[in-house]
């Protein structure tokens, strides 16, 4: 089985723009997780996605947005990027059965943003 | 709301020794707890999960950790590690009964010196 993919895995923007990262989870897996990982900061929960509505939030403004499809593929968007913004953002994917604390997270390699 | 600590934020053991990573938490309520491995330009794999029962989980590599309510602890062990255990390790911990939103540690890099 093919593993969690992340699309791009390198990518560097500048102060003010805004940038879509995409995420494949594993077949069959219906709930993907969005994490920011930053030296700073550490990991940090960004949102989860099942069955394409947002069931859980982390503590983020607003300019940061995810979606999910039919296919269970998501997307998180950055608007109006600052340089505090520069991590690397992970996606991980799980059954998203009820009981939900307790299915394994697989996570994809991750995606460097870096913000100028 | 929940919080984590791993103590040690770089641990240095030379390979065939044991080594022990430790983990304090703090939460009002029931928790599952994990311990996941980064290598290098990877995300995270999980190593072991807490989530009920026996309080000595065993995980993949050779790891295991021990749930201690009394001490709120999860410390992962491992009792010889490889050069290929050099890597950065997280421990994590969420809410048993409520919203499953994890909480990570800060990380401790365990490098191992041959």
């Known amino acids: 089985k093919a593993g969690v993919t992340q699309t791009p895995r390198y990518l560097i923007k500048t102060r003010g723009q805004q940038v879509t990262l995409s995420c494949s989870p594993i077949s069959g897996h219906r709930s993907v997780s969005w994490y920011q990982q930053t030296p700073g900061q550490g990991l940090q929960f960004l949102f989860e996605y099942f069955s394409e509505t947002q069931r859980n939030k982390g503590n983020f403004p607003g300019r940061f947005s995810g979606r999910q499809f039919s296919n269970s593929r998501s997307e998180m968007n950055v608007s109006t990027l600052e340089l505090g913004d520069s991590a690397l953002y992970l996606c991980a994917s799980s059954l998203g059965n009820p009981g939900q604390g307790t299915d394994t997270q697989y996570f994809g390699p991750g995606t460097r943003l870096t913000v100028l | 709301a929940q919080s984590v600590t791993q103590l040690d934020s770089q641990v240095p053991v030379f390979e065939e020794a044991p080594v022990e990573l430790r983990c304090n938490y703090s939460s009002s309520v029931s928790v599952y707890l994990f311990w996941y491995v980064q290598y290098p330009n990877q995300g995270l794999q999980l190593l072991l999960k807490y989530l009920s029962g026996s309080t000595l989980v065993k995980g993949i590599n050779g790891f295991e950790a021990e749930f201690n309510k009394s001490q709120t602890s999860f410390h992962l062990r491992k009792p010889s590690v490889h050069i290929s255990d050099t890597a950065e390790y997280f421990c994590?911990?969420?809410?048993?009964?409520?919203?499953?939103?994890?909480?990570f540690g800060r990380g401790t890099s365990l490098i191992v010196h041959p």
């Open positions: 994590a911990v969420s809410d048993a009964g409520g919203s499953y939103i994890p909480t």
